[in-house]
C-alpha cells in the first residue's frame, strides 16, 4: 500500500496542491533530468547522431509499457493535444451528412480539430451534454452518450474522464458501440493516463493523445500519442525529417526518401528530440510506473473518501464511484456557499485548487495528505 509521497516532490510543506488537472508538479529527479538535459546544450560536440534518437525510442517503449502498447512503433511524440488530434481529423475519411460524436463541454483541443473537419466536410458534430438531473448523472451521460453514436457516426472522440467535472465515461460500451456501427474511437487520456490504468491492447481506440504535463508528471508542450492501423497510410500534419526511413543517416539525409519509418512514426514532432524534455518525460513514466497506477488511484479513493463523505453532508454533490475516477473529482457545491469568501479562504490556507461556476474540481496525488483536505474543509465551511 502506498504511502504519501510529498518528500519526492519539491511542494512547500505549507502548500495544499490539489490541482494536478490543472497542471502537475514535477518531481525532484524529472526536475534534475531537465537540468541535465539544458547542460547537454551546452556542451554540443558530445551530441552524436544516435542522441537524437535513442532517448526518443526508450520514451516511446516506457509509454507503451505504461498503456500496454504491443508495438512502440505506434507511439508518436507530439508537442500537445491540439498536434495529435490534428493528425487524427487530417486523416479521418468521411462525408458530408456524417456524424462526429463528442462530450458536452469536451476539452478545446479536441473540439476545435472535430470543428474544422465537420466544416469542411458538411458533418454533425453532435455534442453529448452532461444530464441536469444530479441523481444517476453519471449513468445517463454514458447512456446519452451510447445512444449518440450510429451508422452515420464516424466517431466518437472523448476523454476517459472528463477534465472538468471528472465524470468517467465507459470506454469499453463506447468501443463496442463505435465497432457495430464502424466508427472510430479516439481518446484524449490526458486527464487520467498516469494516474488511472489505461490498456490499449484491451481497448483497442483507434487512437489515443495524451500531453505529458499532468498525470504523468512530465514537461509541459510534450506529449505521446498512439495511432492505431487506421491511421498507417495517413498524411502527417508536418514532415519532419527525422520521420523518413533511415534518417538516422546524417550523411545520406539529402538522398530524399520517399518512405516513412513503420507505423505511427510519420505523426511525429519535428525535432521530437528534445535534449531537455524527453529525458524529464522518460524518468516520469519511470517513477508513475514504479508507483503503478492502480495503486495511485487507491491512494486517492483512501484519501479522499472520509473527506468527501464530509463534504456530501454539507449538501455538495458528488458523482457515484462507479462514473468518477479516483484522482479528478467533481464537487458541485450547495447554494448559499460565498464563492468569493470560499476562493478567498482557500488563498489564505493555501489551498490550490480549480473553481467552475459554482463546482471545484480537486485533484489528488500521491503527494497529498490528510491536512490538505483539512485544510480545503476548514476554507469551505468558512464560507457557508
Ligand atoms: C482533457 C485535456 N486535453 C488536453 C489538454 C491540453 O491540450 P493542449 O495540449 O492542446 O494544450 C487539457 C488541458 O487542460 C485537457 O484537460
Known sequence: MLTCQKHLFSLPDEISYLNCAYMGPLPKKVEEAGLKGVSVKALPYQVVPEDF????????????QLVDIADPERVAIIPSVSYGMA????????????NVVL???????????????ADEKKLEIRL????????????????????????????????????????RFDLAAVRQRTREVGALMVVDGTQSVGAMP?????????????????????PYSL????????????????????????????????NYQPAYKPSANRY?????????????????????MGWGAENIQEYGRR???????????????????????????????????????FKEKAIAEKVYLSFRGNAIRLSVHLYNEEKDFERLLKAFKASL
Open 303 to 341: 484519501l479522499a473518501l472520509p473527506w468527501l463523505g464530509e463534504l456530501r453532508e454539507m449538501g455538495c454533490q458528488i458523482e457515484d464511484e462507479t462514473f468518477r475516477g479516483h484522482h479528478l473529482i467533481g464537487v458541485r457545491l450547495p447554494e448559499g456557499v460565498d464563492l468569493d469568501r
Open 103 to 117: 462530450v458536452g463541454e469536451v476539452f478545446p483541443s479536441n473540439y476545435y480539430a472535430w470543428r474544422r473537419l
Open 53 to 64: 534518437f535513442q532517448p526518443v525510442k526508450q520514451l516511446k517503449q516506457l509509454f507503451s
Open 128 to 167: 453529448v451534454n452532461a444530464p441536469t438531473a444530479s441523481k444517476g448523472r453519471g449513468a445517463a451521460w454514458n447512456e446519452a452518450l451510447l445512444q449518440a453514436i450510429d451508422g452515420q457516426t464516424v466517431a466518437a472522440s472523448l476523454p476517459h474522464v472528463h477534465w472538468a467535472d471528472g465524470t
Open 87 to 98: 493528425n487524427v481529423v487530417r486523416n479521418v475519411k468521411a462525408e458530408a451528412g456524417q
Open 268 to 288: 511525429g514532432m519535428g525535432e521530437s528530440s528534445q535534449f531537455i524534455g524527453v529525458p524529464m518525460f522518460a524518468t516520469a513514466l519511470e517513477m508513475v
Open 198 to 218: 489505461f490498456d490499449v491492447e484491451t481497448l483497442q481506440p483507434d487512437a489515443l493523445i495524451c500531453a505529458a504535463y499532468k498525470w504523468m508528471l512530465g
Open 223 to 254: 506529449g505521446a500519442a498512439y495511432y492505431g492501423s487506421y491511421f498507417d497510410d495517413g498524411s502527417p500534419v508536418e514532415e519532419s525529417w527525422m520521420n523518413r526511413l533511415h534518417s538516422e543517416n546524417f550523411q545520406a539525409l539529402v
